[in-house]
């Protein structure tokens, strides 16, 4: 199937086919091996964080694209083989003057007019993109060793959200959840992605044992309340700098941040639950 053939789908149809398909690579890299996890998670991170600086740059801001992301491709690769135990844990003081590096380029590019204000934007990058993605690493590699559970159970409960909310806001959606920053997310697109996620929460407690099935559903009540809010944040962006989507890159989905966004923000939250009570 070519891509024009895929532009004249429906909606729906890209959403569908996509979802199918980044699913199953997702899964199959997960799955294969530590090694494969890292390399796609690694690519999904720089992806998403090179989208969010040109998005900034569509705004007139000057962050630093490559390098900002090299850093993010940095940190996430350092937190997987300290995490692994590759490298000693003393390597993480290496973020401290890779970061800084920051501040003495934006020192000699003379066209920048708000050289402090694109430094706050290229940490922004930093920690909103490649932080929680290096997070994950710490989830895959608990307990000193590769457990693919977490991270699967994770992610399925997160699109189980996303499932749960399109189909109960687009057919049963009517009152506003947050109108200013988002028209179209409804109160009722929240309660059929709690029911989903949920749901998904108890298969996944019946199957994966790594934890107990409360853990499961508290990970899943985590990933309803800041995923949602996650892509209100990313709706606030857009909206700062008016555009609807993020990108193009993923048919019937907008860009990587767009389909990636309630990750970033629940990715912290669940990482301090399962070191604190797991």
């Known amino acids: 199937m070519n891509y024009s053939r895929l532009e004249a789908m429906s909606n729906l149809q890209q959403r569908v086919i996509a979802a199918v398909v980044g699913v199953a690579v997702i899964v199959c890299a997960t799955l294969y091996s530590e090694w494969s996890f890292l390399a796609l998670f690694s690519l999904i991170g720089i992806l998403t964080q090179l989208e969010f600086y040109k998005l900034l740059g569509l705004d007139g801001n000057q962050p630093l694209t490559y390098y900002g992301t090299f850093c993010g491709f940095f940190i996430n690769l350092l937190t997987f083989l300290v995490e692994k135990g590759e490298v000693a844990y003393e390597n993480y003081f290496l973020i401290s003057p890779l970061v800084t590096i920051i501040f003495f380029i934006k020192l000699y590019k003379k066209k920048d007019l708000k050289p402090f204000q694109n430094i706050a934007f290229t940490f922004l990058g930093i920690i909103y993109v490649a932080l929680p993605f290096s997070l994950l690493n710490i989830l895959a ?24 909310g399109y189909f109960a806001g687009r057919y049963l959606g009517k009152r506003k959840l947050f109108e200013r920053v988002s028209p179209k997310k409804t109160w009722e697109g929240s309660v059929g992605s709690a029911v989903f996620a ?35 944040v990313e709706s606030l962006f857009k909206r700062s700098i008016a555009i609807k989507d993020s990108g193009t890159s993923i048919p019937g989905h907008g860009g990587f941040l767009d389909r990636f966004d309630g990750l970033l923000l629940s990715a912290p939250f669940i990482v301090s639950f399962v070191k604190l009570f797991c």
């Open 141 to 164: 590699l608990y307990r000193d060793y590769y457990n693919y559970e977490i991270v699967l159970g994770c992610l399925f409960m997160l699109w189980a959200s996303d499932v749960g």
């Open 198 to 232: 949920t749901t998904v929460a108890f298969f996944i407690g019946l199957y994966f044992k790594s934890y107990q099935p409360w853990a499961w559903f508290c990970i899943g009540g985590i990933i309803v309340i800041s995923g949602t809010l996650g892509d209100l």
